[in-house]
């Protein structure tokens, strides 16, 4: 069995931070525009929350908070619905390309990092 090396880990993270990033720039490049008007997810403090959501009797739709992911693999969510999940779940509606875009910034800024520690390793 061969252990991870410092070099193999950091190639791995970067990858996976690039394959990651590439996933975001394909969403928005994509889908910036959703007709339906579904074009907010809800985000704490710790990223954009995902939804399970289930049809109740009478047509109701119920939505239960059950993780995080990146803002373009998240639910989404037309403009008063996300505002009243926000507000259920301590969180904010936000407009998913801008969450979007803000994940991929500071995406970008740690790739950038985690290359200069590469170059300097």
Same mark, same amino acid.
């Given at each position: 069995?061969? %252990?991870?090396t410092?070099?193999t880990? %950091?190639?791995?993270? #970067?990858?996976t #931070?690039?394959? #990651? !990033?590439? &996933?975001?720039? =394909?969403?928005? !490049?994509?889908?910036?525009?959703d007709?339906r008007? *579904? *074009?907010? @997810? @809800?985000?704490?403090?710790? $990223? !954009? %929350? =995902?939804?399970? =959501? *289930? *049809?109740?009797? $009478?047509?109701? =739709?119920?939505a239960?908070? +059950?993780?995080?992911?990146? /803002?373009?693999? @998240? +639910?989404?969510?037309?403009?008063?619905?996300?505002?009243?999940?926000?507000?259920?779940? $301590?969180?904010? &509606? @936000? %407009?998913?390309?801008? #969450?979007?875009r803000?994940?991929? /910034?500071?995406?970008?800024?740690?790739?950038?990092?985690?290359?200069?520690?590469?170059?300097?390793?």
């Amino acid at each position: 069995m061969t %252990l991870p090396t410092r070099d193999t880990d %950091l190639a791995a993270a #970067l990858q996976t #931070l690039r394959n #990651l !990033a590439d &996933a975001i720039h =394909t969403a928005l !490049a994509q889908g910036a525009d959703d007709p339906r008007g *579904k *074009k907010y @997810v @809800v985000a704490d403090d710790f $990223g !954009a %929350l =995902t939804f399970t =959501t *289930k *049809k109740q009797p $009478g047509g109701m =739709t119920y939505a239960e908070a +059950n993780g995080r992911a990146p /803002a373009h693999e @998240v +639910n989404r969510w037309s403009a008063q619905d996300a505002i009243t999940l926000a507000e259920a779940t $301590g969180g904010r &509606a @936000v %407009l998913w390309a801008t #969450l979007a875009r803000q994940q991929l /910034a500071g995406m970008e800024s740690l790739i950038s990092q985690l290359e200069q520690t590469a170059i300097a390793a």
